[in-house]
């Protein structure tokens, strides 16, 4: 289900899924949330939901030309023009375009659409560009790159350890960063990021590391501070940071041994620059 933290008074409240009694499981297995307009927008196995920030109510909304889907909607994203998109996790991406108060919505690619380039089986990730476009990836999916403006694909699919290209199909996660870079995170196969001017995949310093304590460990989560630092979770290992100006990876061992399980899951900044970390178990 969904919890609210307040942070001012430390204390949680709990809302449970809607209609519980019929399909428990799936309306609480929560998967995203968008904030947008006082409205915190969740997705869950059981499709979406929206609520009012203010009082914490269900907000029933319509939508004019059809009905949302029920099934599993794993990521969601606004983008420029205040429209919502969101990915499901068999591979369909849907868009709802605002109409006053109410939306529109439309199927605008699904995996099925091989003509246009796309290669990917189902979607974990899901993140916008500066451009309205989408990086996109999942187990067995690889990395793509969704052009919203000719509605076709670019798939990166993994290669048998070539210079400079992407060494495995299946993407947990993806972030841009203050300057434009992507930062993949992959299963087994550690991070990567894309350079834009070269269109390559590039390397960084593994610094306080050797290769054998990262390899085969999960990257979950990405979050970047206000010097341009990158925080990165490796599975089993912690929180690590991408040093800005060495560019090499740093430990972070104080803070992690205070953390119980070291498998992170997913990490943000507050507006007073504190590192929210969230755990499996």
């Known amino acids: 289900g969904i919890n609210i933290y307040n942070a001012r008074a430390s204390y949680f409240t709990y809302i449970s899924g809607i209609n ?20 915190m927008w969740s997705s869950s196995k059981g499709g979406i939901h929206i609520f009012k920030t203010s009082d914490k109510s269900f907000v029933p909304f319509e939508i004019i030309n059809g009905e949302l889907p029920t099934k599993q909607v794993t990521q ?39 003509e246009r380039g796309v290669r990917w089986n189902e979607i974990l990730t899901m993140t916008k560009d500066d451009r309205d476009n989408f990086w996109i990836g999942g187990d067995n999916s690889g990395l793509n790159y ?20 992407l060494y495995t199909n299946s993407v947990r996660s993806v972030y841009i960063d203050n ?82 399980p070291l498998i992170i899951t997913t990490l943000t900044f507050d507006n007073d620059e504190h590192l929210w970390v969230g755990t499996a178990g």
């Open 20 to 39: 519980v009694q019929s399909s428990p499981l799936a309306k609480n297995y929560i998967m995203d949330f968008l904030y947008s307009d006082g409205l």
């Open 76 to 114: 969601l994203v606004e983008d420029s023009k205040r429209n919502i998109w969101f990915s499901t996790f068999d591979g369909e991406i849907y868009k709802m375009n605002r109409v006053g108060d109410r939306y529109s919505i439309e199927n605008k690619i699904s995996r099925k659409d091989t």
């Open 146 to 165: 969704f052009d919203t403006n000719s509605n076709t694909v670019i798939s990166f699919g993994g290669t048998n350890g070539n210079s400079g290209g």
């Open 179 to 260: 300057t434009g870079l992507v930062w993949i995170g992959t299963f087994n196969k550690g991070i990567y990021l894309v350079n834009n001017n070269t269109g390559k995949f590039d390397s960084y310093q593994l610094g306080e590391f050797q290769r054998n304590e990262l390899d085969g460990k999960d990257a979950l989560a990405f979050a970047e501070d206000k010097k341009g630092n990158v925080w990165i979770t490796y599975d089993g290992v912690g929180l690590v940071i991408l040093d800005k100006k060495t560019n090499s990876l740093k430990r972070q061992d104080q803070i992690n041994k205070k953390i119980s």
